[in-house]
């Protein structure tokens, strides 16, 4: 049945293209926006102080990423999380690199957390951090599996609607629909830069098509399906053609555009608590 | 015999690889170098206002692309414009996302107007917004179809010496050689970010081979028409190989390098107006 | 023997996968975390005056290049330096576009130079005007070959442990192990923008492997041998493949990931003095 609610969704944006604000980080810009575009969105990387408040009004949804903050970027993105929090507008938050050592940038997010995220989405790291436990990471990448943090995860909740770790196996977890575990994807996807600040602007691709009487999480899911598939698909022909990380970055833009309703089928998807 | 000036241009633009200092958003830089140098030029991206004024000086051509700007960025741009202008460089104006709702860079471009870019590029929102008119865009992309809008581009040619109108068929305005209309390409080019971009740092490289006695909107049709076959022969492939907008990506920057001089007869060129 | 110890200098870099700290342009930044990944690294671009000082003290190494500098970048660069030295990390400084058209970085560059970087990599342009030569360069490109500035790159060695020319023939000196010479590569290098500034992570890459009593002049040359053959079977494959520059760039992250013990024996390496 969720099968079905995300082919719809996908379906969806397929049709509507929905414009989606990005605020993301000078390593992924181009990447995060060649993932919207290959994924049936329509993003603008509108990451100045003058005009993102503005921008963010209009948009369909927000996501706002913290790889590679300045003082400028930073005012950005709280006008734009201002905004869309005034708005209704849904908004991700991508803490990227969320720690003790990186304290400036922890604080740029302890910041836009009054302005009330839709989705969290991170690493098992940043979130184990950002729920205010002790963890460690090395740079921006994770140290910790996604499954050690579940319970830390949990007290995001009052903060924002859904919580999104992604991992070997990714877990959404919200109040509406619980828990789910998406097995799948590629181990080869922490190889190639980005890959995680995309599926953040994925995730507010698809919640600018939620209906008012959907859950967020069901855009989440939706994201970290269509990723999942598509690294899977990706691999394979990796593999298959013998070729290396270069291509498989190719075969996976690839694989996000020429995705088919039937392809969703493809990856395990359980709810583990409700 | 447009043909032939174009090929003969490019011949020049592939002997000469000259000198193209480009300003762009902070999404296209990549990709914008990357095309340059396909095409045969030689980018050199300086943006920061202690160094760009004076850089414009040597340059062969100026290209500036107002995606991502910062305050930093605009004062660059001013720089370099006046040097350009100054020098008699020829310079490119791109005025990414010009349009109401973003009015600080809209203000940034007006303020550039006054160097007298040679080539105005824009897709037809753009085009139609800085004319004066009335116009949508979603986010940074065009809700306008090119033909729309050649009349009010044709109030431009006081402020610059061409006008180039990108979209299904390209539009090329200059009172020297009077509208050119180039169909090709393909629809897949606004599925794949920063093209624009990267479009209008090719028309300053092909401006930097322009002969004195030659109209700037040679270089401008020759960029276009360069472009447009590109995209035809990159979607042939990717339909061939039965692959997605990854690859075509990567296709285009191929058949961008790999272009001969014969393929320039492929793409469909009028002049619909003198 | 030497080809011995680059191996196993890259066996011990896909097994530890060292955190790299880069400080790097807007324009590389995205490819040259994709190459440090490729090649077994762990990237990370912290590149924001708040926390550069305090990550450059955890990083294995550090990599700076001043691509594209702004004020606050320029301080994150001074700050991590410091920082560096003070903890006696290894890093690399790429003083791209060092030339007396771009004095503003010039003088950033001379700045740095107080913190005593471990290996200085440019192309022979950049080199001589450090140097203190009179040079000329096109824009960011070398107008000279790298063994033209041999003499010239040798009073660097005071400043420095090593330093790193690259070009058709690539020269490492240091005072430890001479003068190598590493030949093969392609000529397609400089037709994909950024090489010479990801060739500058991965010789960080490498430092943050050496060992104590190992000279840093291996690991600047195990970088310019792992690159130089990957880009050796990257440009074999386009031709056989009959593509271009845009299947180059995949290729040589495919070679650059995919590279085999066996393969560092592919490209010549000649200690020309000692």
Redesign the interface.
Known sequence: MIIQSIQTLWQKLQDTQP?V?CIT???????V??VC??VGA???????K??AG??AR??SALSINT??????QALAMQYAAQSANAEHTSWVLDPV?YSE?????SQIVDDLLQYHPTIIRGNASEIASLAGAQSSS????STLDSNQVIDQAQQLLGTCDCVAISGMTDYILSKALGIFAITGGSNLQ?????MGCALGAVCAAYLGVVEEDQSPALAAIAAHVHFAIAAQIAEEKMIAQN?????F??????????IAADDFEKVEINQIAK
Not at 25 to 31: C, G, K, L, M, R
Not at 138 to 141: H, L, P, Q, W, Y
Not at 249 to 258: G, H, K, P, R, T
């Open positions: 414009l604000h980080n000078s390593v992924a810009n181009n990447f926006a060649n575009l290959a329509s993003p603008a990387m509108i990451d100045n003058q005009e503005n921008f209009i948009a790889g590679t903050p300045t003082p400028e690199g050592i990186l304290a400036w940038r090395k740079g921006v990448d922490p190889k190639v830069t980005a070729v290396g990380i270069g291509s970055q190719i075969l996976f833009l690839d694989a996000l555009f020429q």
